[in-house]
């Protein structure tokens, strides 16, 4: 069974442009997460997907972050205009039942933001 | 709200050496506890976790066990290896909270030595 996949597995833009990522989960799980680590602190909820419906989206940083999971399969972030501050490793995540299953995780996207 | 708070690294030790990351919590709510691990170049991996008082999590050797009177969820491995060298995250949710995302602590770099 494929893992949680994610891409590109590093982006390097400038400030000002407009990066987006991908997250293919799991077949068959409905819930995908993403978060954020920014050099040194912690990982950090972005938000929520519970099959293409946003169920918690608390953690988005600003209006310049744009989640979508049209279909309920894989996902996008779009980073649009990017800022220095927006630099980080984004993960995605999957899992079958909210709360009570495992979340897989995939390996990351290192976006830098020059 | 909910915070996670464990040991800074790198906490680097020789190989056979005890190991113990400290790990304490803060939560709205009775969480469930999670130690992942993120070896070079891979993504983040789920170690062990529990989900109720006084549960022990175990897993290729490391163990934490889930202590609600003193918040805590340590995780401890009796001989290191080489091979354990990585990033050790703890993490917790709650289950049925509303917000089923995962509250990380900053992670702590290990390094074991030959």
């Known amino acids: 069974e494929a893992g949680v996949t994610q891409f590109p597995s590093h982006s390097v833009i400038e400030k000002g442009q407009t990066v987006t990522l991908r997250c293919d989960p799991i077949s068959g799980h409905d819930n995908l997460y993403w978060y954020r680590r920014v050099m040194g602190k912690e990982i950090k909820f972005l938000l929520h997907f519970v099959k293409e419906s946003k169920q918690d989206e608390s953690g988005m940083p600003n209006n310049r972050f744009l989640a979508e999971r049209t279909g309920g399969t894989y996902s996008t972030l779009k980073v649009q205009p990017a800022e220095l501050e927006d630099s980080g490793v984004y993960f995605c995540?999957?899992?079958?039942?909210?709360?009570?299953?495992?979340?897989?995780f995939g390996q990351g996207t290192r976006l830098t933001v020059v | 709200g909910n915070s996670v708070t464990q040991m800074e690294g790198p906490v680097t030790l020789s190989e056979e050496a005890f190991l113990t990351i400290n790990c304490t919590y803060t939560?709205?709510?009775?969480?469930?506890l999670f130690w992942y691990v993120q070896y070079p170049g891979e993504g983040l991996q789920l170690l062990l976790k529990?989900?109720?008082?006084?549960d022990k999590g175990s897993n290729k050797g490391f163990e934490a066990t889930y202590r609600k009177e003193t918040t805590s969820f340590h995780l401890e491995k009796g001989s290191v290896q080489v091979s354990d060298s990585a990033v050790y995250f703890c993490?917790?949710?709650?289950?049925?909270?509303?917000?089923?995302?995962?509250?990380f602590g900053k992670g702590t770099h290990l390094i074991i030595q030959p």
């Open positions: 939560a709205t709510g009775y969480p469930s």
């Open positions: 529990a989900t109720k008082a006084d």
């Open positions: 993490a917790l949710s709650i289950p049925g909270g509303g917000a089923d995302g995962l509250t």
């Open positions: 995540a999957s899992s079958q039942v909210a709360g009570r299953t495992e979340a897989f």
